[in-house]
Structure formats: structure tokens, C-alpha cells
């Protein structure tokens, strides 16, 4: 269906991929991966014709349709949403819009012969617009714009209405309304809130077509990907498999070429020592030529790039009190348009909690109450015993001085820390060597996040509140903030909308919807498996009473209130033991794997057999690796269904209060 041929591009005399060239079948799903700038949205604008290779080519079968998403969207329409999407489907929109001039012409027409003829034409065109799909096109469009978030309310609304990262949806609807045979999407989850995220996978399973798309976000790419073709500096690299597969394989592949390079090198060494020291011998002198012309001709083992880790000693936050913050009856509203009434919040120290629900719940309002940034109108936000707060949004990396190079702009935080240790700071976050010395001014915008995370845990705060921290950030530098929100001590609350960071760091979900939130304890997979059952079921806000018209239901309320609290604290101090055990429990399993990893390149490789009694020790930590790993694995999914079972008897102890109070 699509054919790339030996295509080439540089620029600034810079290749970024040099004669690469690979098929696209109709259903094929081929994530596009590589750091920032290795050139994946170049890529795709040749793919698109927007722009030309500089050696080889692209062939298209006959028929084949394109569509392409890109990054910038820059609306020019105003015109209707719905209007707007069916309007895509070209043929159908046309017969669409004659159809209704037609109409309206019948409206206002009073001469009987003008009216039979122009029944006549639209009876032509109805007909027409029927054997196109044309009355199907609306409902389908409904469809999907509902998958992607949208309302009826929003379906008449015109386009000027909608905020920057809606275009993006609009683009996507349209092109999914479209529904070409090939489709090329860069970053399309980038303003997909996890909800609209799950829709898009599953239509993307189910599509009727090609999918070509680049993500930084791992669990999409996971979720769709069959083929992953990776840009990285010195090749492309094309695999079979999803993103995890494709990353596994390259750490057994880096494990097995580091243990050739090693024997390479001793051997050239040898070799070396034996032509140092009969260079001079004209006895020796066809063997040094000979061994000279071996060297010339062995190819050198060359050992996979792999994606830096944090090695950095991050500095210890100080010690807060066991209750982080409170929020109590707070209320917030936008003009009219109330967004929380009556809110009741509590965190605690280690509380590495994530905010999800849909665009527009209410995640930023709460998390800028939380950073105390953004004033209520009525209740009470308590900060606990020695804590202090750093909050991360966008707008911080404004807040970067251009002018700074970049040791220049940590030291503004860390004036007494000395230069090795900002140093060491700033390569925890990919920046080494002469790029310390980079002005702030010419970073990208991803490089720009890094160094505003780098200068806020230079001196972390014991709570950290973040928005947003992997915008622009790419795969690497998303794992590298991964490994600094594990290692951090303190406590957190942040949105994203990458799972995979969720995954990896939350072990509290706080779901916002609809202005009420509803706690679950555990990691996010525990927060799915909680829900899915009751999906429908959104728990209702219990009120307060009105400060007009406090009587026994207040003072009910007060008791009900003061008998959660108990209730929640005698769980609490149930659950959160089992908790830091299974948190222990998963850092040791983590370790294992990384181990048996190690274990598994070591068994792979040829040379390793040469020496049975490595061959034994090797065999033996195999096994004892495997059964611990067993043993833990275990005990991990038993802590799960304790915590779980604890959990779930708490919200029905919590549940006969609130049946009592309404009883």
C-alpha cells in the first residue's frame, strides 16, 4: 500500500536518517520512536508530501488515501463543530449543503411549476446523498467527537469557541471521519485527557487501515503498536512488537554486545602486545603484517546506546508532620459556574498521590488550591507540621532567565552547593560536559522542562505539587523524571496524563469528576481494577449544611464526619503497612528482574559455556533468581488483595454511615 524507498534527510549538514526503507501493510501499526529532534515528524511530512527527501523515494499504490495529524494545529474555520467534521467527508458534505439551499429555495418558492422541478432536483440529490452514506455521516460523526470528549451542547458550537488543545481533538475528528487508508498521527495524545486516551486505543485496534503514529507516551504505544521503527543517532532499527518488547530486546541485545565488546577488546589488546613487540623482528615481520590486515578487517563490536540513569544523590527534603495538608468544606467557583462545593481533602506524608478525570473536572483547580495559588471562596486549606510546598506548571519554566547559562540558573536556587554537585544535578537530567554551559534562551522546550525539574529538586520541598511535569518531554527524559519522583522522599500530587508515570510513582489515585473526588488507595492498576465494576456508579458529594440553617442535620453532620475521620484514620493505620511492604516488595522485585535480565544475557552467551564451573554458579543463580522472583511476586499480589479487601470494607463501613445519616 505504501513504499519507502532508501529516502534520506539532513539538515545543516546533519543527517537524521540516512537510506531508510520499509512497507506499510493496511494493517499494520507502526509507532515511529526516537529522542526529540532525531527527526520523526520529518519523516512523516515526507510520508505526507509536504516535504521532499533529499535521495529517494516514496510509492503510493493507486487509490490509497492519506491522512496526516500534525503537532501545530492552527484553526482558520468558524464554522459549526459538527458542520465542520461532516464537512470533511468532501462528496457528502457537498451534496449536503445543495440538499439544504435546495430546502430553503422550497421554502420561499410560490409558483407550483418551480416547486415540482425543484422537487424533481432534490429527490436527485437525496437519492444520491443516500447511496453515499450521507445520512449515516451525522451519526457517525457523533460518534466519534463524543469518543473524543465532545457534548451535544458542544456539537452546535462554533469553532472560535474552543480552546487550543480542543483544535487538536477537532483535527483528529475530522480525520478519523475521513477515515483514509493510511494514518499518520504525531502526538496525538498530547491534549487527551485518559479517558478520550482508552477510547482511541480501542477505535484504533478496530481501525480499517494503517496507522503510523510517534508518542512519547509508553502505555499508548504499548496499547497499539505491532511494529515499532526507532530513530536513534547512528541507525534506524526496525522490531516487531510492542514498545516493552522492543525495549527488552534492546537491553539483551546491549547486555550480549557489551560481553562481545569486552572479549573483542582483550583480544585486540593481544594482538596489540604481539605486534609492539615483534614490529621490529624481521622474522616475525609476515606475521605482524598478517595480524596487522586481520585488525584493519575485524569489525568492531558497537554496544547500543542506552538511556542514561540517574545517578544522583538527590537532597533529602525535610521531615514534615504525619498530616501533609487539609482542605475542609472548600467551595470554588468560576463566575456562575461552581466547581467544588464542599470539599473535603486530607494528604499524607509519602503520599505520592495523581489526579485523573476528565478535561474540565476540575484536576488543576484542585492541585492550584493545593499549591495555594488559587483562592476559594468559603472553607479551610491547612498546611501540616514543617511542610513546604514547590509547584510545577508550565508557566514556571517562564520563570527561567534566558540570559543564565545553565549552571548560572541552578546556582540562582543552590547559591551554596558547589560546582560538582550542580554539575552532577544537571547530568542526572541529560545535560553534561560543555552543555552546562548552554544559555537557557536557545533550549528547546523540552530541555527547558528539564532544567526547571533539575532547579526545583536542587532544594526540594517536602511536598511537591506538579501539572503537567512530561509536556514536551520525550521518552528518555520522561524515564529520567520518572527515576527522580521514585527516589524523592517527600510527599507528591500531580497530574499527567502519562500512565506510565502514574504507574511507576502514585500509590494513591484521587479521581475528579463532576466536582467531587473519590480516594483510591494503591497504584493506578489497582485504581482500574476498583472502578471497573462500578463504572457507572459516581458517588454523590454528602452536602454540608448551610450556615443559615444549622440545626440537628448539622450537628449530625459534624458526628458523621468526626466518625469517618476515625474510621478512615483506623484503616489507615491498617492499610499503610501493607502498603510500604508491598512498595519493599516491588523495589525488590524490580532489582531481581534487572538481575535475572543480566543472568539471562550472561546464559545466551556462546563463550560463557567454555568455562563449566561459571556455567554452574550461573545456572544455580538462575534458578534461585526465578524462585524469589516467584516468592515475591506472590507476596505482592497477597498485599494487593489485603489492601484491597481493607479497602473495599472501609467504603462500606463508610457507606452504612452515610445510610444512617440519610436514615
Known amino acids: 500500500m505504501l513504499s519507502i524507498n532508501n529516502i534520506s534527510k539532513s539538515y545543516n549538514q546533519r543527517y537524521l536518517f540516512s537510506d ?152 483528529l475528528a475530522k480525520l478519523l471521519f475521513l477515515n483514509p487508508d493510511v494514518l499518520i498521527l504525531d502526538e496525538p495524545t498530547n491534549h487527551l485527557d485518559l479517558e478520550t486516551i482508552a477510547w482511541f486505543e480501542s477505535y484504533l485496534k478496530g481501525y480499517h487501515g494503517a496507522v503510523l503514529v510517534t508518542s512519547h507516551d509508553r502505555a499508548f504505544l504499548n496499547n497499539v503498536a505491532g511494529k515499532i521503527m526507532a530513530i536513534e543517532r547512528d541507525e534506524v532499527i526496525f522490531f516487531t512488537g510492542d514498545y516493552d518488547d522492543y525495549v527488552l530486546a534492546r537491553q539483551k541485545e546491549a547486555a550480549i554486545r557489551r560481553a562481545q565488546a569486552k572479549r573483542q577488546e582483550a583480544r585486540l589488546k593481544k594482538e596489540m602486545r604481539f605486534i609492539e613487540r615483534f614490529r621490529a623482528k624481521n622474522t616475525k615481520a609476515t606475521q605482524v603484517q598478517s595480524r596487522l590486515k586481520q585488525l584493519a578487517r575485524m569489525e568492531r563490536v558497537v554496544v547500543p546506546r542506552a538511556t542514561p540513569k540517574i545517578r544522583f544523590a538527590f537532597p533529602e ?75 510545577f506548571a508550565q508557566y514556571y519554566i517562564e520563570l527561567l532567565d534566558p540570559a543564565n547559562n545553565l549552571l548560572e540558573e541552578i546556582r540562582r536556587v543552590a547559591p551554596d552547593e558547589p560546582e560538582q554537585r550542580l554539575r552532577g544535578l544537571l547530568g542526572a537530567f541529560l545535560f553534561s560536559g560543555e552543555d552546562v554551559y548552554k544559555k537557557v534562551g536557545v533550549l528547546s522546550g523540552g530541555e527547558k522542562t528539564r532544567v526547571a525539574l533539575a532547579r526545583m529538586l536542587a532544594h526540594p520541598a517536602n511536598f511537591l505539587l506538579l501539572d503537567e511535569p512530561t509536556n514536551h518531554l520525550d521518552i528518555p527524559s520522561r524515564e529520567i523524571l520518572t527515576d527522580a519522583l521514585q527516589a524523592y522522599t517527600g510527599t507528591i500530587c500531580l497530574i499527567t496524563h502519562d500512565r506510565t508515570l502514574i504507574r511507576e510513582v502514585a500509590n494513591q489515585i484521587i479521581e475528579v469528576n463532576e466536582g467531587r473526588i473519590r480516594v483510591f488507595p494503591g497504584g493506578y492498576d489497582d485504581y482500574l481494577y476498583a472502578r471497573e465494576p462500578r463504572a457507572a456508579d459516581v458517588p454523590q458529594p454528602v452536602r454540608a449544611a448551610s450556615r443559615d440553617n444549622r440545626s440537628g442535620g448539622a450537628r449530625k453532620g459534624r458526628q458523621r464526619k468526626t466518625l469517618e475521620g476515625n474510621l478512615r484514620n483506623e484503616y489507615s493505620r491498617r492499610i499503610t503497612p501493607l502498603k510500604q511492604q508491598a512498595a519493599a516488595v516491588a523495589s525488590e ?75
Open 20 to 171: 531508510v526503507s520499509f512497507t506499510v501493510g493496511m494493517k499494520d501499526r507502526i509507532a515511529v520512536i526516537g529522542a526529540n529532534g532525531t527527526g520523526k515528524t520529518t519523516l512523516f511530512e515526507i510520508i505526507a508530501g509536504h516535504i521532499s527527501p533529499d535521495s529517494g523515494s516514496i510509492s503510493v499504490r493507486r487509490g490509497t488515501s492519506i491522512g496526516y495529524l500534525r503537532q501545530d494545529i492552527r484553526p482558520t474555520s468558524r464554522s459549526r463543530l459538527l458542520d465542520e467534521v461532516v464537512g470533511a467527508a468532501g462528496a457528502v458534505s457537498d451534496l449536503a449543503h445543495k440538499i439544504r439551499l435546495l430546502q430553503e429555495e422550497l421554502a420561499e418558492e410560490k409558483d407550483a411549476g418551480n416547486i415540482a422541478a425543484l422537487l424533481a432536483d432534490l429527490g436527485e440529490l437525496q437519492s444520491e446523498f443516500e447511496g453515499s452514506g450521507g445520512y449515516n455521516a451525522e451519526h457517525e460523526a457523533k460518534l466519534i467527537l463524543a469518543g473524543l470528549g465532545f457534548t451535544e451542547v458542544d456539537f452546535r458550537r462554533s469553532l472560535a469557541e474552543f480552546s487550543g488543545g480542543w483544535h487538536t481533538r477537532i483535527e
Open 317 to 391: 527534603p525535610r521531615r514534615s508532620g504525619h498530616t501533609v495538608i487539609t482542605l475542609e468544606g472548600i467551595a470554588k467557583s468560576y463566575g456562575d459556574k461552581p466547581v467544588y462545593r464542599d470539599l473535603d481533602l486530607t494528604l499524607s506524608r509519602g503520599d505520592k498521590a495523581a489526579l485523573v478525570g476528565p478535561n474540565g473536572a476540575g484536576k488543576t483547580t484542585l492541585l492550584r488550591m493545593l499549591a495555594g495559588v488559587l483562592p476559594f471562596e468559603k472553607g479551610r486549606r491547612a498546611l501540616g507540621h514543617n511542610v513546604g510546598t514547590a509547584y
Open 589 to 663: 522485585l524490580t532489582a531481581l528482574n534487572r538481575r535475572l535480565s543480566e543472568v539471562e544475557a550472561r546464559l545466551a552467551d556462546p563463550e560463557h559455556y567454555k568455562d563449566g564451573a561459571r556455567v554452574g554458579e550461573t545456572s544455580r543463580e538462575y534458578h534461585a533468581l526465578k524462585e524469589r522472583i516467584g516468592s515475591l511476586t506472590g507476596q505482592r499480589q497477597d498485599l494487593s488483595a489485603r489492601v484491597e479487601k481493607l479497602s473495599g470494607e472501609l467504603e462500606s463501613e463508610l457507606e452504612k454511615l452515610r445510610k444512617t445519616e440519610m436514615g
